[in-house]
């Protein structure tokens, strides 16, 4: 197979006029968000290769690419152009994938950009204000043109003059320009009436390659022809002699005004106008009710210059006979296949002429598909599909093999057929009911076709993707973003039986914390929320933690929760009994997956995988757990096993099916990594990603091959053969920096934007805020490079910036002496307007106090200052109507003309009077002097009414509203609070309501607009204390708080809201040192017993990596039930002090912050042991020791690997360490014996020999005879371990020895280095066997060593030699080669396996003749690298041979008595390997007798092909 990983691509960028492009030879590339991808066309070198596959990107842009083209030039056709929204022009060399050069000339935004096709090294661009730049790579020359001051859509340069240049702007105009002139228009094309789209040349000159009949109304262009077509042209010095190809030319313009014009240059005028027709759309593959644009692309064949082929509405390709332009004659491109046409625009068409010469055409559309079409036919050949979103959800059919479906953020889900053998990119789409971002699915276990999806806006839907219904939606949603969808048997919803209920459910976990069951039957109906079940089940009293992951077993039994505090809850059914939590992550949970059950292996799928906002995977196995049945909840806090490698966040987890314990990891460092989970070994790390990793899933059928998907919008498949790292990067990613790189503003536009731009950066790099991003928002927002419409239309996404903005800082990216200035800048005018503002406003209060108050009367007034004889008639009319006992009529009018004698005459008059002041008020825009005036009048609730109407109730209004009675108080007082609140006055306005007695509505209202402080205070002082208000409001404040990262004042609220339990986790949640600390004790303040110990211990193991020894033991004070804890932990500094002394480098620290009764070192190291727990910790009698081991026996560790971390070893080694000590001081020497060999094994299969051997030094110093009589009779239970023991010591000593044939004087550093694996042993002994002595033995050949010396290394090498005849137990050699057997066997059955299944898929889909056999074989020996390491004689074993031998084997081993395989033992082979190499280095040192039975127990037990050369060495 090809080493490039198989790219699923983003889409190729929208409404560019040229984004992609194409060179002979089969080549094409088009502009995807910020880069550009290259595609090879045409078929490969064997016939089975693809038609196509995208080989490469352009990196480089920080914006979106608007426009790419080739150089269409003879020997360089590696050359290309692009230019993007961040306001360069770039040149690159393809076969490099490097700029080549690049020019930032322009100052607003690149429209249209091509490459010209008679000039070698000119590119020309326009932009959105109209200026057009030349630009010539190889004189690094520009030139820089405004033609007209619009904006431009498209340019191409003609291919026949190499000075001539088209333009196309947004308001339809076209022009034609000499760029030798400085841009003289020569033609100006008026016709268009909207954008125009698209500009083509004919592509042969002149005019004669169409009889156009011209009409005598045709257009007339307004035209000046240049001097140029009829003088010769002198450029650089040289005459050009014109040739008829400048004379004239046709020229075809598209348009959104749904018109294709022909234009002749010659005559300045337009010949021809095709109208798009309007078809009946076919297969509809879009949304019927999204509105979309016109986009009318056109391409004039080189090779069929009378025809001519445009885009149309809805995706259609037309081919237009000019010829028969009366007849607007056209053909339909793909007319015998149905759905084989682009669904909604086409965007771009670029030809491609192939190797063999066939003629293609390449289109891009708005349907997010690349079309690839033979111009021979006018059919489709084929399509590349692409992403517009990110690729958030890859979920495998279990049911039908190879369908791998893709949730995409641009509401679509992509079922991919990848077994497909005609079609690599076999795809297809579907977007009904989804809407919105695809963030979730998971395949019916069973039912063939059923697609479960969950989306960003919180739906949960159901699809059968075998028919073209719409999908089944659940009523019930999610608040937020959908996490995880996950098929599970249905736990107790309602009293239903078993026939009302289906035999699986689906569960859905959303990012408001909350898991809903949804009936798949009756998705109509209301989902339930498992949460209460949990808590009915369990007799759960605290707030349940916020759910962020849902996992099932595969038998249905057990359910695993994720939470967003890191812990994960272990669920049985039918009634969800809480067994388990395991506290070992600290962050949210984001991924947990639960191993296969089909391995060679049945317990590991008791194996739990989990992966959170840390960088580190856990691995548990809950066997234990699961089987025990125990009462009461247990709490796990150690790991079986750890994988540390990643620097960001882990997204996802995927288990190999084909594989025992090897399990892929997505991350935001931005690559996914194979772990082998039981060594604690990284194997494989794919980097293709330039993005931060989502999703990942392995392939079930091969086992070489991964599907993983990003934020970069792609889909990779890769093989974990291919790649060339092992582990992810470490320090700064490249992934990181490159995304810090593209997220750079540009300085000009955006300079002020800097400064702001920082906060939520060192907000998020500093409390993880946005690391939450995908399960705490509503996931990583899309890219825009889209569409209009509103599908995935937004600017470059924040998220993803800010958190690649976070990982490196540095001086030269975002300068502080930059941001320096602006700051003060930004300061210096607030300061200016501040002074500006303010003594205006002291004037205008000095001029207030000084000034009369305004009148209440103002026109009153007025009409008083007149003229006297005006006076004079008011006396006169006033008297009259006071002395009058009727008025008349002109008396009336009179009173009425003159209002302002109402003030003397009666109350009907003054009321009039008060009404025209009134409304003068209100008109002068002073509402307040009309309220005193209604007052006065006596018309209170009418002005209540009028003012709460208009929004303009005052304090001074509301304080009067007693006076019209208590209930128009009450709703005047309501009404006030309600404007106040659109006023944003929330606590006034609740301190009205407080003062008509409405508490509770004063509450609430504090609490819905979080002002939680003033409304817990006024809770607690208005209302009863148990209300069950007050608990709300604590610990909605509480959630709320914790969320922000507040998580002491969080505590606080869950305190107050007698939540001890949640006050405790929550200040746990920080995971430091000092928090940890403060919540045991709080803990164990409130009575949490179980959870103080918990956190006690937590806090104790984060102090001890800090190696701050007195601290961890301050810590286990806090609680007693940790005493034992306290022994081991003593235990382990003392022997780290040893170790430090000793100068061992894996353990030296200068940091270290020991007690003092670590200096004492006089004495055996167990007495000082015992002598410190007397002394110190009080332990002195039999029974205080028998308590301390009962708390400690109940502790287990998983076994040590390879990778199991110095500092954790440690630890685990000095628990064992201790139960022996304990158990020696209460005289159970049979468990201590057990609990020696269990620390002396742990170091063992670690492959730290050190530290096995300082255990040895300090614990068994003259060994193990005292032991011996200790146990006393023969048959004592603890003989057998005792028996491994002084076989690991005497093993522990022969290598010592070894090694001192060549250093007389050992180094530990020497030890350190030796990596004690059973296989590297081997190897070792394989390089000897190579070296003759001398060779071997550098040192001896050199000089012999001094006679005394000599003869003491004889003496010691006598008595250890003679001890080894221990090591060479026939028994356990046996039992060893069986084991060997049965794990070779395994592994040749497992890989027989997985080659029968590949085989059997293959000619399934290919459903035609057999593949050669060559082809097989080449495949099989790909795929299976180690089964000819295995088989080195390639001879081939039948599967009833395997069969038989893995029976044999199992035979065997059941005959051994149990004493023997319950114990460990060296590997008795390898030290067989390491006496004879001693022998033949020095021939004296070790009997014949011995070497003969080192001989015969390789002949008879190395079988195995791991000792088969060793032993045909030394038997030859």
């Known amino acids: 197979m090809d080493q490039e990983p198989q790219t699923l691509p983003p889409s190729p960028n929208w409404y560019c006029a040229r984004s992609s492009d194409t060179v002979p030879g089969g080549l094409f590339g088009f502009a995807a968000r910020t880069s550009v991808f290259l595609v090879r066309v045409g078929p490969g070198t064997s016939p089975g290769t693809p038609p196509f596959r995208v080989i490469g990107e352009l990196v480089g842009h920080t914006e979106r690419v608007s ?42 935004t690149i429209s249209a950009l091509h490459w010209s096709p008679r000039v070698k090294d000119l590119i ?31 340019l191409t340069c003609s291919p026949h003059h190499e000075d001539l240049v088209a333009i196309g702007y947004k308001d339809g105009i076209v022009v034609v320009i000499d760029i030798s002139k400085k841009g003289e228009v020569t033609h100006r094309l008026r016709g268009h009436d909207d954008e125009i789209h698209s500009i083509v040349w004919c592509p042969l000159p002149g005019e004669d390659c169409l009889s156009i009949h011209q009409e005598e109304n045709s257009v007339q262009i307004k035209t000046k022809l240049p001097s140029a077509l009829e003088e010769p042209e002198i450029l650089n010095g040289k005459i050009i002699t014109q040739t008829p190809v400048t004379k004239g030319c046709y020229l075809a313009t598209g348009s959104k005004d749904q018109t294709i014009r022909i234009w002749s240059c010659s005559r300045g005028r337009g010949v021809m106008i095709l109208k798009l027709p309007f078809l009946k759309r076919r297969g509809g593959g879009m949304d019927p009710t999204v509105k979309e644009r016109l986009w009318l692309t056109l391409h004039w064949p080189s090779d069929q210059p009378t025809q001519l082929i445009s885009s149309c509405f809805g995706g259609e390709l037309l081919l237009w006979d000019l010829t028969q332009s009366w007849r607007r004659k056209y053909t339909l491109f793909s007319t015998s296949l149905e759905g084989q046409n682009h669904s909604r625009i086409v965007f771009n068409l670029s030809p491609l002429q192939t190797e063999n010469n066939r003629q293609l055409l390449l289109s891009t559309s708005m349907d997010r598909d690349v079309k690839c079409w033979d111009m021979a036919t006018l059919e489709c050949c084929w399509t590349l599909p692409s992403l517009g979103g990110f690729a958030y959800s890859l979920a495998f059919s279990p049911v039908d093999i190879g369908s791998l479906a893709i949730g995409v953020g641009d509401g679509m889900i992509r079922i991919w057929n990848t077994l497909s053998i005609k079609n690599n990119y076999d795809v297809k789409s579907f977007w009904q009911g989804v809407k919105s971002k695809v963030t979730a699915l998971c395949w019916h276990p069973t039912k063939e076709g059923c697609l479960a999806f969950g989306t960003d806006d919180g739906k949960v839907g159901l699809y059968d993707t075998y028919s073209n219904k719409p999908p089944q939606i659940s009523s019930t949603y999610h608040k937020k973003t959908v996490y995880t969808l996950a098929w599970g048997p249905p736990v107790p919803m309602s009293l239903g039986g078993e026939g009302d209920r289906p035999s699986l459910t689906l569960y859905s976990c959303g990012g408001e914390g909350i898991v809903l069951q949804h009936n798949p039957w009756k998705l109509s109906g209301e989902a339930f929320d498992i949460n209460k079940l949990i808590r009915d089940t369990n007799s759960i009293k605290y707030k349940l933690p916020v759910h962020t992951e849902i996992s099932w077993k595969a038998d249905g039994k057990i359910m695993a929760l994720g939470n967003e505090d890191g812990s994960i809850e272990i669920f049985q059914v039918p009634n969800l009994k809480l067994i388990c939590t395991i506290q070992q992550h600290h962050k949210l949970v984001n991924t947990i997956s639960w191993h296969h059950e089909h391995g060679s292996q049945p317990e590991l799928s008791y194996l739990l995988a989990s992966g959170s906002n840390n960088a580190v995977i856990y691995v548990h196995n ?36 084909h594989h025992d314990g090897r399990l892929v990891s997505a991350s935001y460092d931005g690559t996914a990594q194979v772990w082998d989970t039981l060594q604690e070994e990284p194997l494989y790390n794919f980097r293709g990603h330039r993005g931060r990793l989502l999703c990942v899933v392995w392939s079930p059928f091969d086992p070489d091959c991964i599907y993983s998907g990003a934020d970069d919008f792609c889909v990779y498949k890769w093989l974990t053969s291919m790649q060339d790292h092992s582990r992810p990067p470490q320090g700064k990613k490249s992934i990181e920096l490159e995304k810090k790189r593209l997220s750079q503003p540009k300085p000009k536009p955006k300079k002020k934007k800097k400064a702001t731009s920082r906060i939520p950066i060192k907000q998020e790099s500093f409390e993880g805020t946005e690391e939450e991003s995908i399960k705490d928002n509503s996931g990583p927002t899309e890219n825009g490079v889209s569409d209009q419409e509103g599908e995935e239309e937004a600017p470059e996404p924040e998220s993803p910036r800010s958190l690649a903005a976070e990982v490196s800082r540095e001086p030269v990216i975002c300068p502080p002496v930059s941001l320096g200035p602006e700051k003060s800048k930004v300061t210096v005018n607030n300061k200016i307007t501040l002074l500006k503002k303010e003594p205006p406003k002291e004037k205008s209060e000095a001029l207030i106090k000084k000034r009369k108050a305004r009148s209440m009367f103002p ?10 004889e005006e006076l004079h008639q008011d006396c006169l009319v006033l008297a009259t109507a006071k002395h009058s006992r009727e008025l008349n009529e002109d008396v009336s ?33 002073h509402p307040e002097l009309f309220h005193q005036l209604m007052l006065w009048k006596g018309d209170l609730q009418g002005v209540l009414q009028t003012a709460a109407e208009r929004g303009e109730l005052t304090d001074n209004l509301v304080a009067m509203a007693p006076v019209a009675g208590y209930h128009v108080w009450l709703w005047a007082v309501e009404a006030f609070a309600k404007q106040l609140c659109f006023q944003d006055q929330h606590v006034k306005a609740a301190s009205h309501l407080l003062s008509i007695h409405k508490v509770y509505e004063a509450v609430e209202l504090l609490k819905s607009n979080h002002f939680y402080r003033e409304a817990v205070a006024v809770a607690k002082a208005r209302l009863r204390p148990d209300d069950p208000i007050l608990k709300d409001l604590y610990l909605s404040w509480g959630a709320i708080l914790e969320k922000d990262g507040h998580y002491a004042m969080a505590a606080k609220c869950y305190l107050g809201a007698t939540s001890t339990y949640d006050a405790a986790k929550v200040l746990a949640k920080k995971g430091d040192a000092a928090s940890l600390r403060t919540a045991a004790e709080l803990a164990a303040v409130v009575g949490e017993e179980d959870l103080s110990a918990s956190l006690a211990l937590r806090c104790a193991q984060e102090l001890l990596l800090a190696r701050n020894w007195v601290g961890a033991q301050e810590a286990l004070q806090l609680h007693e039930s940790l005493k034992g804890q306290r022994l081991v932990f003593c235990l382990l500094e003392l022997l780290s002090k040893h170790l430090e002394e000793r100068q061992l480098s894996e353990c030296r620290n200068s940091s270290s912050s020991y007690h003092a009764w670590t200096t004492g070192t006089e004495g055996p190291f167990v007495e000082r042991v015992t002598a410190v727990w007397k002394n110190v910790f009080g332990l002195d009698t039999p029974l ?46 049979d468990e201590a014996v057990k609990a020696l060999l269990q620390a002396v094994v742990r170091s063992y299969n670690a492959g730290n020999f050190t530290i096995m051997q300082e255990v040895f030094s300090v614990f068994l110093p003259e060994g193990c005879d005292h032991l011996r009589s200790k146990l006393g009779e023969h048959q004592s239970p603890g003989t057998p371990a005792l028996k491994s023991l002084e076989a690991f010591f005497i093993y522990g000593r022969l290598y010592e020895f070894w090694w001192s044939l060549s250093r007389p004087c050992p180094e530990s550093s020497v030890w350190v280095r030796v990596d004690h694996r059973r296989e590297n042993c081997v190897e070792q002994s394989q390089n000897l066997d190579d070296a003759s002595p001398k060779e071997s033995d550098p040192e001896a050949s050199q000089s012999e060593p001094s006679e005394p010396g000599n003869l003491r290394l004889k003496e010691d090498s006598e008595r250890m030699l003679n001890a080894c005849n221990e090591l060479f137990s026939e028994k356990h050699a046996s039992l060893q080669n069986s084991q060997r057997t049965i794990a070779e066997v395994q592994d040749t059955l497992a890989e027989m396996i997985r080659q029968h299944q590949k085989s059997q898929l293959c000619k399934s889909t290919v459903n035609g003749p057999d593949r050669s056999e060559p082809e097989q074989e080449a495949e099989k020996s790909l795929a299976s690298p180690q089964s000819q390491f295995k088989e080195e004689k390639n001879e081939p074993v039948s599967l009833p ?41 020095c021939p004296g040192y070790v009997s014949q007798e011995m070497r003969q039975q080192a001989q015969e127990l390789l002949q008879k037990y190395g079988s195995t092909k791991v000792y088969k050369r060793h032993c045909q060495t030394f038997s030859t």
Request: charged letters at 20%; a negative charge; hydrophobic letters at 35%.
């Open 67 to 108: 426009g790419f083209t080739f150089s269409h030039h003879p020997g360089q056709y590696n050359l290309c152009a692009t230019s993007s929204d961040d306001g360069t022009v770039k040149i690159w060399d393809i076969e490099t994938k490097t700029v080549v050069t690049e020019h930032a000339l322009h100052q607003h």
């Open 124 to 154: 020309v661009s326009g932009d959105e204000k109209g200026v057009v730049f030349c630009y010539w790579l190889n004189r690094n020359d520009s030139q820089h043109l405004v033609i007209e001051p619009r904006t431009i859509f498209c």
């Open 622 to 657: 809950l066997k234990t757990v699961i089987e025990s049945n125990a009462e009461s909840p247990v709490t796990i806090t150690e790991p079986y096993r750890t994988l540390s490698g990643h620097t960001a966040k882990i997204t996802r987890l995927a288990w190999s099916p």
């Open 859 to 868: 026109l009153s007034r007025s009409l008083d200052h007149r003229s006297k």
């Open 893 to 925: 009018a009179d009173l009425e003309e003159r209002f302002h004698l109402g003030l003397f005459t009666d109350r009907a008059t003054l009321y009039k009077m008060i009404e025209v002041e009134g409304k003068g008020h209100l008109e002068n825009g």
């Open 1184 to 1229: 205080q020791f028998q308590a301390a081991l009962q708390k400690l026996q109940s502790i287990e560790y998983p076994s040590a690997t390879n990778n199991t971390p110095c500092k954790q070893l440690l630890l685990h080694i000095c628990h064992d360490l201790t139960l022996a000590v304990l158990n020696q001081e209460v005289s159970a020497w």
């Open 1441 to 1481: 041979e395997l069969t038989k031998r893995l029976t044999e084997a199992n035979e065997r081993m059941a005959k051994f008595p149990e004493s023997i395989k319950t114990w460990p033992f060296p590997d008795v082979l390898e030290c067989c390997l390491v006496l004879l190499h001693i022998g033949s280095q």
